[in-house]
């Protein structure tokens, strides 16, 4: 008996269905994807300590009550929109960029009312921004 040596067979891969798969999904998450530019406030946060801080008598004070009313140096404005507080911030500033910017807020304001004040305090240039709070004694 005479065995005849076989070639083995050469199996190959077909990549076709594979890619036509892959470009399904780089279209779907192309057209699916969504692109937004958020807005950004740069702030540095104060660090609670058990000294006070010295008083700088040169400052823009900003309060905002539990209804969302804008008082600018001890002023109410007319509304709390946001070219009402920039032209009041740009008012007190006095074209000086160095002001720091107090936010006195009430705990139930309106997140939007303080974000409009900080908003506000950019656009003119105020970069020096904070939000003091009452230290809790436990």
Known sequence: MKFRESEPEQTELNLTPLI??????????????TFQKESELKIQLPQAAT?????????????VDATGKT???????????????R??????????RDIPLIIR???????Q???TVMD??????LLRMSLPTLRVQE
């Not at 000294?51 to 309060?63: F, G, L």
């Not at 032209?87 to 000086?96: C, I, P, Y």
């Open 51 to 63: 000294d006070k801080p010295p008083i700088d008598a040169d400052k823009i004070e900003v309060m």
């Open 105 to 111: 807020a009430d705990k139930g304001t309106p997140y």
């Open 87 to 96: 032209q009041a911030l740009q008012k007190a500033a006095n074209g000086r």
């Open 20 to 33: 036509d798969v892959v470009f399904l999904l780089l279209i779907f998450f192309m057209v699916s994807t």
């Open 120 to 125: 506000a305090g950019s656009q003119i240039g």
């Open 113 to 115: 009312a303080i974000v």
């Open 71 to 85: 008082h600018v140096g001890g002023r109410e404005l007319v509304n709390s929109s946001l070219a009402t507080v």
